[in-house]
């Protein structure tokens, strides 16, 4: 008997990968997506993973491992999509040698994201066809299928996932891995090359292909009818099935596999059968819109958002009119997000903060700049968006506009989609100053490396690339690196640097806290020396509290030893009280 294991939706995904025999993945970290990376590493003997710069560049790697002939991947979340759409459009008329998926994970509810943007929209511009499981279980068989019709059909697919699928968990069966042999690589630029001649061609090709593709959805095994009572029927797919199971136990169900194309045929006869027919799904209207479209009376979004997740419970206060009498939850106090205690962001927050600057922001931990008691970051968009927003600030209102702002972005940020950014700046003659916040990881997903770290996602060692360096060959003249906790000298740096009339960046290089997991030094505060100024509690670390009468209390399972405490009492009144191992 085949073994059976609980595991998360993503590493699901990964065992999946490793089951249809995957050569080649790559990958940028993204939540909720970057576990299966993760995952997917213990099978490197079979695989070779990579953390690619950005999803643009890994993209491109799955796109050429497939037209060596291997099944290979690419990982990514939503958001990311946008930055591998380039190569997405484009290797939708190309098709593929070896079955190449795309992993697309979805974030209803905004857990860990700037929008709640659905991928089926993208794929549909696309024409990329598009696979969902609800599970575990599917999710590993589901991939397996998306390579088979990958292959078939001379497509490349979209993998889609969601922040529940990717962090729940389900019974998964261990199969062997079965790896077919690698095509030949055969020559023809009439596919491979995308000049305009070649590309009308294919454009045909393509269209003709996903005929045969939405004709075959009508009986793909993972698109499956289960007929209950007639008196309600659902159209879903994904995480939803589970909560239309849930609210609608007795209802029958058309549960979708394949969401792009969708099975015409097989949904007419399901809407026949039924009386009054739903759709379910999260997010954007996709599915409804089709069906609609093809004169099929359905109820969707009329009762539905299109906002966050679903739950049963809204499924069965908006289809049945129900509301279950639950208790009220118990008062928890607030908590909202903050750096962790000996952050390096902190310090540098705590200075701009001090400096009365503004910060043009990007993705990653020090995001949380923005809010009080820093309150710093007035801007963040996308990855790699600070700096080309400060330099559109500049050029709209002059130098003396911005002379109180600055573009804060981290490492693995900037060689995400930071370099283009400076190289404008450069080039086009701008005078802002850029930091660049290195806490020498990828913080925010979990602590990924990257091209500057030295290290792969294998764990092998690598050439790190050299940041100040890659900064002056890209002519910047004036680069300084600070230790993110010298605070005299960093205010200092700003200074002089805000003040130049040409492109500056500051590094702050101080490596994350949670990196070194040797014990910290310990601070403790002397309540006989405070004076009360609350000049230690500016920065707003959590490991600080201010009791009744106006002093200090340290605690100390959570301070991490950074010293900026220390550093900004000038009464002495907080002191080394444990040196770190």
């Known amino acids: 008997m085949a073994e059976k294991v609980i595991m998360l ?32 590493v213990q099978y490197k003997e079979e695989v070779y ?31 990311g999509l946008n930055v591998a759409a380039d190569p997405l459009y484009s290797v939708s008329y190309m098709g593929v040698n070896g079955g190449l998926v795309f992993v697309v994970a979805d974030d209803p509810g905004l857990y860990s994201s700037q929008n709640e943007q659905d991928t089926r929209m993208v794929a549909r511009a696309a024409q990329i066809p598009v696979i969902e499981p609800s599970d575990s279980a599917e999710a590993k068989e589901f991939f397996k299928t998306a390579f088979a019709l990958s292959e078939e059909f001379d497509r490349p697919f979209i993998f889609r996932t969601t922040t529940r699928l ?14 077919p042999e690698d095509k030949p690589y055969v020559k023809d630029i009439r596919r491979t090359v995308m000049m305009p001649v070649n590309a009308k061609q294919r454009h045909i090709e393509i269209e003709q292909r996903g005929l045969e593709l939405a004709e075959a959805a009508n009986t793909l095994p993972i698109n499956t ?12 797919s994904g995480i939803p099935y589970q909560y239309v199971r849930e609210a609608l136990p007795d209802a029958s169900v058309l549960k979708l596999g394949m969401v792009n194309p969708l099975p015409r045929k097989m949904i007419e006869a399901f809407a026949s059968k039924v009386e009054t027919l739903y759709i379910v799904e999260e997010l954007d209207p996709v599915i409804e819109e089709q069906v609609k479209s093809w004169g099929i009376p359905a109820i969707g979004k009329e009762i539905l958002t299109i906002q966050g997740e679903y739950s049963a419970n809204m499924l069965r206060r908006a289809i049945l009119g129900e509301t279950l009498e639950l208790k009220a939850p118990a008062e928890a106090p607030q908590r909202p997000p903050i750096l962790c205690p000996g952050c390096p962001h902190r310090s540098v927050y705590y200075v701009l903060n001090k400096l009365k600057m503004h910060a043009a922001g990007d993705i990653g931990c020090y995001t949380l700049g923005a809010v009080p008691p820093l309150s710093v970051v007035d801007t963040t968009m996308c990855m790699g968006s600070s700096i080309s927003t400060l330099h559109g ?22 060689l995400h989609t930071g370099v283009n950014s400076l190289m404008n700046m450069v080039y086009n003659q701008a005078t802002g100053t850029v ?17 500057a770290t030295g290290k792969t996602l294998q764990g092998d060692p690598a050439y790190a690339i050299d940041i100040p360096a890659l900064c002056r060959a890209m002519g910047v003249k004036n680069v300084v690196t600070v230790n993110a906790f010298d605070t005299a000298l960093l205010e200092k740096t700003i200074k002089e640097e805000t ?27 002397l309540p006989d020396q405070c004076k009360k100024c609350g000049m230690c509690m500016k920065p707003g670390c959590p490991a600080m509290t201010k009791l009744e009468d106006g002093t200090i209390r340290i605690d100390d399972t959570m301070c991490t030893g950074c010293g900026l405490c220390a550093d900004l009492c000038k009464f002495g009144a907080i002191e080394l009280a444990k040196a770190g191992e």
Request: proline share 3%; aromatic share 6%; glycine share 8%.
């Open 9 to 40: 939706g993503n590493e699901a995904i990964a065992r999946g990968a490793y089951e249809a025999g995957v050569k080649v993945s790559s990958a940028y970290p993204g939540t909720p997506s970057t576990e299966i990376s993760e995952y997917l």
């Open 49 to 79: 993973e990579e953390w690619a710069p950005n999803e643009k560049v890994a993209a491109e790697v799955a796109v050429g491992a497939s037209l060596a002939g291997v099944r290979a991947m690419a990982c990514m979340k939503h958001v």
């Open 166 to 179: 990717a962090h729940s968990q389900g019974l998964v069966e261990l199969c062997e891995r079965v790896e």
């Open 225 to 236: 009818v289960e007929m209950r009572d007639s008196k309600i029927g659902v159209i879903t």
């Open 393 to 414: 600030m500049e050029k709209a209102k002059g130098k003396a506009y911005v002379k109180n702002w600055v573009a804060v972005i981290g490492d693995s940020t900037f």
């Open 435 to 451: 930091m660049i916040l290195d806490n020498s990881t990828t913080g925010m997903t979990g602590h990924q490396d990257h091209a």
């Open 499 to 525: 003040a130049k009339e040409e492109v500056s960046v500051i590094i702050t290089k101080s490596p994350c806290v949670l990196l070194d997991k040797s014990k910290k030094p310990l601070y403790k505060a």
